[in-house]
């Protein structure tokens, strides 16, 4: 397996290629880009939807210790750009969020231009990027449990102010 293909090394507990990492593998080695890059943009926005949600529980809980509560906005319906706004509330982690708004700008572009314009090309567009969404989706992964610690502290010094 090359480095293109190296992202389908997502394995079951039984060491087999997860179903979402086989038909990716398929897609790109039939060269079907388009279609690969409508899977990259579920599961990017999947990990954003995680990321936030760990976030938001550790605020939750931080809150909770001072008899406050969060508002929670769960909506399963929310566009990719107002996830990543979301998301920036609690990351800072400035070249992930510009990552994020690239995709999500190249997702724009790619869905209006797949009527008017050659497969091809965009075919050629998306492949180009592949590297860069490996890696999106990787860091998303890792995201949601990194900042926990410093969402919980944000709550703390949101909640004493509140509180005073």
Do not use: W
Request: net charge positive; aromatic share 10%.
């Amino acid at each position: 397996m090359d480095n293109t293909l190296s992202i389908f090394a997502i394995y079951s507990k039984n060491k087999e290629l997860h179903p979402f990492g086989e038909r990716l593998k398929t897609l790109l080695l039939n060269e079907f880009y388009v279609e690969a890059f409508l899977y990259y943009a579920l599961e990017v926005e999947d990990k954003i939807k995680y990321a936030i949600e760990c976030q938001e529980i550790a605020v939750s809980l931080a809150l909770k210790q001072y008899n406050l509560k969060f508002e929670d906005k769960k909506d399963k319906e929310t566009p990719l750009g107002e996830l990543i706004v979301r998301l920036e509330r609690y990351n800072k982690n400035k070249q992930l969020l510009d990552e994020l708004k690239q995709f999500n700008l190249l997702r724009k572009k790619i869905f209006h231009k797949l009527l008017k314009e050659d497969r091809k090309k965009i075919n050629s567009e998306i492949k180009k990027q592949l590297p860069s969404f490996y890696r999106l989706v990787f860091e998303l992964m890792n995201e949601g449990v990194k900042n926990i610690g410093v969402c919980t502290e944000i709550a703390n010094d949101m909640a004493k102010k509140v509180k005073k």
